[in-house]
């Protein structure tokens, strides 16, 4: 088991150099001289050249990236060219405000999507069951701004029950954490109610029938544990997801958050910022879902011979259960 | 054994990212549960060193902008714009510009200006803090100025600066490299604010970009990165404290969103208005709506020097077609001010009734043909991916398809358009607001000067020696009649070469707080938070 | 009891009337699809939800006519009075659950009384007495073999020591030798409690084991009912019976073949107006399809067959049949 | 082989046709697409992209049924033609990342061993980036046009592709008559296309009608950002980002976008969800 977590890590690794290396080069080849972008307009042809030499810019692409990557294994994700601030203090400045939203929203899916997602399960295409469908239907059918703007303007400004925008008290999360919900919500009803319909028909359901047990205690003690587990491993994906999915629903909340931050270094052509945010995003996706997957184990018995024995279970396998 | 540790390494994984949750500076939620009312989180729990009577009729601004700053350091900032509106709160200069658009001394208490406009001595104010309350004295001025000249920058407005010297602890000179009459506007703007000497060598020159240490109202108390920045009245302020305490600046990117807050109250004050909200504003009666015109204009650049539109004659075409204001109804919802001349309309010598050819699409087909393109042609428009720009773009494709000359709008983030069209100036035709920061015509001829081509500004790419001619005359003549008529002659000259072709003057739409007094519109952005108060 | 699917509905089960002393074991014999699982699950009232539908008849335990049971009352009897061991000893345990919580379970639905020591002591006892050692209790079901998995599933029948037990094939999933093992195990409990056991098979070697009396199923319909001894030993015997015991191979002759029955079992969809073995009888009239057949009873023996006297098929022409 | 394929697509349309709201949104889907393609039959072309200053804003009325925009452009005239550019660019972005992701899952999944790891792990490191951001700098690098946009979008797409196709070829990968044509000497492509990836449409089918849905979604986030169809071209997420800040005053404004958006993503989830049902008819009863 410690093993497979450290086999786990390790197996981050190659991950993170890759998207260090896709990042930077996707970065490379967009226009706009990031020397210029900091000294503006009026700066003269030699402040900007001398500039781009003290940023390394004027290496090739590969000696730029090696260079960072040494940085970066140091520990140094190097400082933003826009702010002059080390990348990562501004990260770990953003990340809580990301998580939490993401944390939010994935607490409001899970805590309604798998009850009303078992209900439709247990009472299979009635009223509720379609109901819900459509509902989640909906809810994955329209872009995040429009349901953010929406609820912004009911909830906000009609009702004044929220405030509109920013970050600062737990009554600004509600709006823009349902708003980020509403597509985690949809997938977990799908996902429970799929898994719950396969698990209700399984056998030791029966046998736990014939025990005497009520339906209530079948699905309580029985079903829902076994439908659980992939439902778990779709809530973690999720939640990685989120982390830098949220761009949209930051920005109409004004939630300073890292989808917000790598976007605006993208605009700025901020290599080293948007590099080191996407890597930690990817970092904190990949041991999210190793956390998932080491829960898994304790959840799921069965499992648990397959990860002693140390047989390579890669995530992409896991994710794709 | 192997399955605890494993359970303890899995929930350390966890801790790990609960920890980084919590590493943020301020956990906003433990803040709430103790606050009565959610507008006064984050401000309350910072005012609890102080007094308590101050809280109760003192409630704090929060003013809302659309962009956060990537550094306060005022002189490695450029452009026009937010940032400055928050240095101005925490940064003075030698002069100031009032709500009037005039010029008054500030941390200069006065000055000589050499009747050639070649140097300037300036007696340095005494009694002026900074904000470690320090005194100012004549070295931070001179340190000031030529960091704000090394930086390169703010070339605009200190490169006009030879050297600066002290002449005694309450004096120095400035020498110019040329005369240059606008250098007391030059003073005024941020380019050259007054930060502390010891305070920088102290500390380092990068202490600055988050830092701050000038002699302003207000001082910053905290920067809750990408959220907003919480100031607090300076007591030791020049002028005297300012009126309201508390006051932080709130990043809202989203227009519509900020207008939202500003109705239920999560902000007091907005700059950037969409022009879509106003009406709702106006019917506000617990709202004021604040307007007036910017020193910023939107016109259709050409590359002058190279492409289609080297040809003077599809550039005539061009303004042949152009409806102006069809482009203000549509694209400012009828918020803006036609403009003909290609100085900004806040400027004195901007000259009324500018007159241009009128529109006649026939005679623009005949041009577009004479240049070559009987057929028509296609041109692809470098056009920045906000309202602002894609609505009058997508106007200009219209009016100019009779004539025959195609846009293809393209849309692109603002670093790229700048670096394709300011920069290098690799483009055809594009739409821009050239907006300036400080209130002198030169600023805005100056781009137009030969000089300027590639990377000086000059995005039209025009090198024409009678408009050149006239730029370098305006630097050195004062104010009067003379100027304005040499500013006369340089609209002339831009209107009849077709350099660039002004459409409309942008508004400054603000909203506020029908509570709030002190907010005016400014053109160029001079918005002091010291000067607003509550009404009660 | 019917099913109703989409498609069509199944007559599962039709017109089946049979009875089981205390302390007494019917076998229940046919083909696969005959609906013998169906009777059990009738008993049991744990037909598929919304699919499965007993349209009419009685189902009497003890006296009480459960078919009229409401839900709740279900719940008290299964696993108390009634309980079921099911075909499949891989699938019908809980993967995620101890094995000896899945037995307790049953204690703690039942004997409420029991304190939290009784039950575990009284799983133990259960466990030692199905032949598994009581500390592997916390072990899940991947740990342990098909054979001990059934048993464990016998274990969870037999917690509560049921008037009924009905037995779904409970060795077809198992080895030969696993077998023999489980069939003595239920022997001895049937001796022990005094367990009424219902056994669902289509393996005539354990009926001939276990049972005291047989039935014999066919497409819905006892056709055959008597003791074990009727069965094999008997001469009078329906049809079906015949060509069963047709299909068998005999050991003690030299065949070159086996001797199937001839043709399939009629589509359940449609409910038959006469014998539901007509098609396929070889000595079928033209009255069998269209009337029900009558019983014939003799000691307790029933034949469900209108004629008596058919010639004594000869095994070895099957040829005849046709 | 001809005649046992087509009574099994005739089982499918059996169980799907039962699913009445995926019929329904079949139908709808049906209307929308003959819509896009006869748009122009429909409507005068010159409606679309014509602007008129004094006609702007207006509610909807007898002569424009939907209203007109902030520029004056009739709206019904640009939803319908908006139906052509939001359906072509999902669908060539989807049957791009199908192809892409379908083709790199269908090799990795195949050959296993070092192909596969290496494929999977550069899916991995695509699937690691969010993919607005990635459609962002994709945009950003290469300018934006529709067909960038497309490039972006398939560039997003692709890798959820490959591990669909990937985790549905992986069980078949070992299955007796995959080994029996390999014994046979059948080429690799061969086996591929003839014998697996027939076996895995089903999988391949639901997530392509899904992923539609998602695709239309994500443009309208894309022009959110401010990156999304060049103007004037109508394109409902756009014009939906368009009438955002009009949405207020002019409710009217975001009705027609958003329910096109709304009931043709609906479509795609119900179509995709009711063609899983008829595939896998276990999951059903």
């Given at each position: 088991m410690f093993k497979y977590i450290l086999k786990r890590l390790v197996m981050l690794i190659p991950i993170i150099l890759g998207i260090s290396f896709l990042i930077f080069f996707v970065m490379s080849l967009s226009p706009g001289d990031p020397a210029r972008i900091i000294l503006g307009e009026y700066a003269t042809q030699e402040d900007v050249e001398a500039l781009r030499e003290e940023m390394g810019l004027n290496d090739s692409l590969i000696v730029q990236y090696a260079r960072y990557i040494f940085k970066a294994i140091r520990g140094d994700l190097g400082t933003s060219y826009q702010t002059g601030q080390p990348v990562i203090r501004e990260i770990l400045e953003r990340f809580p405000f990301t998580f939490k939203l993401a944390i939010g929203a994935v607490m409001i899916a899970v805590v309604l999507g798998i009850p009303i997602g078992i209900i439709s399960a247990v009472k299979q295409y009635s009223w509720i069951d379609n109901l819900s469908m459509v509902v989640s239907m909906i809810l994955t059918s329209m872009p995040g701004f429009w349901y953010g703007l929406m609820l912004m303007i009911i909830f906000a400004l009609n009702l004044r029950w929220f405030p509109s925008t920013g970050a600062s008290s737990f009554k600004h999360y509600v709006l823009p954490c349902i708003t980020l919900s509403c597509n985690t919500f949809a997938l977990m009803i799908r996902t429970t109610r799929s898994t719950m319909l396969e698990e209700i028909r399984q056998d030791y359901v029966r046998t736990a029938k014939a025990k005497g047990a009520r339906a209530m205690r079948v699905i309580a003690k029985h079903s829902l544990r076994n439908a659980l587990l992939p439902v778990i491993t779709v809530a973690g994906m999720q939640f990685g997801i989120l982390l830098g999915g949220a761009v949209v629903i930051e920005s109409v909340f004004s939630i300073p958050g890292l989808g917000t931050y790598v976007v605006n270094a993208v605009k700025l052509k901020d290599t080293p910022s948007v590099t080191a945010a996407i890597m930690f995003i990817g970092v904190i996706g990949g041991v999210v879902n190793l956390i998932v997957d080491v829960l898994y184990t304790y959840i799921d018995p069965r499992l648990k011979s397959r990860y002693v024995k140390p047989k390579a279970v890669s995530r992409s396998e896991k994710e794709a259960a | 054994m192997k399955k605890a540790i494993s359970l303890a390494l899995a929930l350390c994984l966890l801790l790990t990212l609960c920890a980084c949750g919590s590493e943020?500076?301020?956990?906003p939620e433990e803040e709430k549960d103790s606050a009565p009312a959610e507008n006064e989180s984050v401000l309350d729990t910072l005012d609890s060193?102080?007094?308590?009577?101050?809280?109760s009729d003192q409630k704090p601004l929060r003013f809302r902008l659309k962009t956060e700053p990537n550094t306060l350091d005022p002189h490695k900032t450029s452009g026009t714009g937010d940032p400055q509106v928050i240095q101005y709160q925490m940064y003075e200069s030698l002069f100031r510009e009032e709500k009037d658009g005039t010029i008054v001394p500030a941390l200069a208490e006065s000055y000589e200006l050499a009747e050639d406009s070649t140097f300037i001595v300036i007696h340095v104010r005494q009694g002026v803090f900074f904000h470690n309350d320090t005194p100012m004295t004549a070295d931070d001025v001179v340190f000031s100025l030529n960091r704000a000249i090394e930086t390169g920058y703010n070339n605009a407005y200190v490169g006009a600066i030879d050297n600066v010297e002290k002449v005694d602890d309450s004096t120095i000179k400035i020498n110019l490299k040329y005369a240059y009459a606008p250098i007391i506007t030059c003073l005024s703007t941020l380019s050259t604010a007054i930060v502390s000497k010891d305070y920088v060598e102290t500390n380092g020159d990068d202490i600055l970009t988050r830092s701050p240490m000038g002699t302003g109202p207000y001082k910053l108390e905290d920067w809750v990165s990408g959220d907003r920045l919480v100031f607090k009245a300076y007591p030791k302020y020049w002028r005297g404290?300012?009126?309201?305490k508390d006051a932080s600046i709130i990043f809202i990117s989203d227009n519509t969103a900020a207008a939202i807050s500003l109705e239920t109250g999560d902000i007091d004050v907005m700059t950037n208005l969409s022009t879509a909200d106003i009406p709702t504003i106006k019917e506000n009666p617990e709202l004021q709506f604040v307007t007036g015109p910017a020193a910023s204009q939107l016109l259709v650049t050409f590359n002058n020097a190279s492409g289609v539109f080297a040809d003077a004659r599809m550039r005539e075409a061009v303004y042949l077609c152009i409806d102006r204001q069809a482009i203000v109804d549509v694209a400012a919802d009828g918020y803006g001010v036609v403009q003909t001349?290609?100085?900004?309309?806040?400027?004195?010598?901007c000259p009324k009734d500018f007159e241009v050819p009128e529109m006649n699409v026939e005679r623009a087909k005949e041009l577009v043909a004479e240049a070559g393109y009987p057929e028509g042609i296609t041109i692809s428009m470098p056009t920045i991916d906000n309202g602002t720009y894609s609505k009058p773009a997508t106007l200009l494709k219209e009016q100019l398809a009779p004539c025959g000359i195609n846009i293809d709008i393209q849309l692109m983030e603002r670093a790229a358009w700048d670096d394709m069209v300011i920069y290098n100036t690799n483009y055809e035709l594009a739409i821009w607001a050239l907006p300036i920061t400080a209130l002198d015509s030169d600023f805005c001829a100056s781009k137009f000067l030969g000089a300027n081509c590639g990377g000086g500004g000059n995005f039209s790419n025009c090198s024409i020696e009678e408009i050149d001619e006239l730029i370098l005359r305006g630097r050195f003549l004062p104010l009067g009649p003379e100027r304005t008529e040499n500013y006369l002659k340089f609209c002339e000259a831009i209107r009849d070469n077709f350099v660039v072709c002004p459409i409309y003057t942008n508004m400054r739409n603000n909203a506020a707080s029908a509570h709030l007094g002190g907010v005016y519109p400014s053109a160029t952005l001079h918005m002091y938070m010291y000067d607003y108060y509550w009404i009660q | 009891m019917e099913y109703r699917t989409d498609d069509a509905t199944v007559y599962a089960v039709n017109g089946v009337s049979f009875n089981v002393g205390k302390g007494e074991s019917l076998g229940l014999i046919g083909e696969t699809g005959a609906g013998k699982t169906s009777i059990a699950l009738s008993i049991m009232r744990l037909l598929p939800d919304r699919i499965g539908v007993i349209t009419g008849g009685k189902i009497l335990l003890d006296g009480t006519d459960i078919t009229a049971a409401g839900e709740s009352a279900m719940c008290d009897i299964r696993g108390e009075k009634v309980s079921m061991i099911f075909q499949d000893p891989m699938t019908s345990l809980n993967p995620v659950m101890e094995v000896g919580d899945q037995i307790e379970e049953v204690l703690l639905l039942h004997r409420p009384e029991m304190t939290v020591e009784q039950r575990r002591k009284k799983t133990d006892e259960i466990l030692e007495m199905i032949g598994i050692p009581a500390e592997r209790k916390h072990e899940y079901p991947h740990q342990f073999s098909g054979g001990m998995k059934q048993r464990i599933v016998i274990a969870i029948a037999l917690a509560c020591e049921p008037m009924l037990l009905l037995a779904d094939e409970p060795t077809t999933a198992l080895d030969v030798t696993i077998q023999a093992q489980v069939l003595e195990m239920m022997n001895g409990l049937k001796e022990k409690l005094g367990t009424s056991i219902v056994l669902i098979t289509h393996d005539f070697g354990v009926v001939a084991q276990t049972c005291d009396r047989v039935a014999v199923i066919y497409a819905g319909e006892v056709v055959e009912i008597g003791t074990a001894y009727d069965l094999f030993e008997g001469e009078d015997h329906h049809p079906y019976t015949q060509g069963l015991f047709g299909s068998i191979p005999n050991m003690n002759v030299d065949e070159e073949r086996l001797h199937p029955i001839e043709g399939l079992m009629p589509d359940p969809t449609i409910l038959a107006k006469g014998c539901s073995f007509a098609d396929r009888c070889p000595y079928a009239q033209e009255v069998c399809f269209r009337e029900k057949p009558h019983c014939r009873e003799k000691n307790g023996h029933r034949v469900f067959c209108r004629f008596s006297k058919y010639p004594e098929a000869d095994r070895e022409e099957d040829v005849e049949y046709e | 082989m001809e005649k046992k394929g087509r009574s099994q697509s005739g089982a499918i349309w059996f169980r799907f046709q039962k699913n009445k709201l995926a019929l329904i949104s079949l139908v709808i889907l049906g209307a929308i697409v003959l819509a896009a393609l006869f748009a122009n039959v429909l409507i005068d072309?010159?409606?679309?992209?014509?602007?008129n200053s004094s006609l702007r804003l207006q509610t909807p009325s007898a002569e424009h049924w939907f209203g007109t925009d902030l520029y004056g452009r009739d709206v019904l005239a640009r939803i319908v033609y908006g139906a052509r550019v939001s359906l072509t660019v999902s669908v060539t972005a989807v049957f791009g990342a199908l192809i892409v992701g379908g083709l790199l899952g269908a090799v990795a999944a195949y050959f296993g061993g070092h192909v596969e790891n290496i494929i999977m792990r550069i899916m991995d490191i695509f699937m690691a980036i969010p993919s607005l951001v990635m459609a962002i700098a994709v945009v950003a690098a290469l300018g934006a046009s529709t067909v960038n946009l497309v490039v972006a979008l398939i560039v997003a797409r692709a890798p959820q592709f490959a591990r669909v196709v990937r985790s549905a070829i992986l069980p078949i990968r070992d299955l007796e008559y995959v080994e029996a044509a390999t014994a046979c000497g059948t080429s690799h492509r061969r086996i591929i296309l003839r014998h697996i990836l027939p076996n895995v449409l089903g999988p391949i089918i639901v997530q392509t009608t899904l992923q539609m849905g998602h695709c239309i979604i994500q443009i309208a986030g894309l022009s959110f950002v401010g990156l999304g169809i060049q103007p004037p071209t109508p394109e409902w997420g756009s014009m939906l980002s368009e009438a955002r800040e009009y949405m207020r005053r002019y409710s009217f404004l975001v009705v027609p976008p958003g329910l096109a958006i709304m009931i043709t993503v609906f479509c795609f989830n119900r179509i995709g969800d009711g063609l899983r049902d008829a595939l896998d008819p276990k999951l059903k009863n």
């Open positions: - | 943020a500076p301020k956990a060193g102080t007094e308590g009577e101050a809280a404290e300012a009126q309201i001349a290609p100085l900004d309309s806040v400027l004195v010598e | - | 072309p010159e409606l679309v992209t014509t602007t």
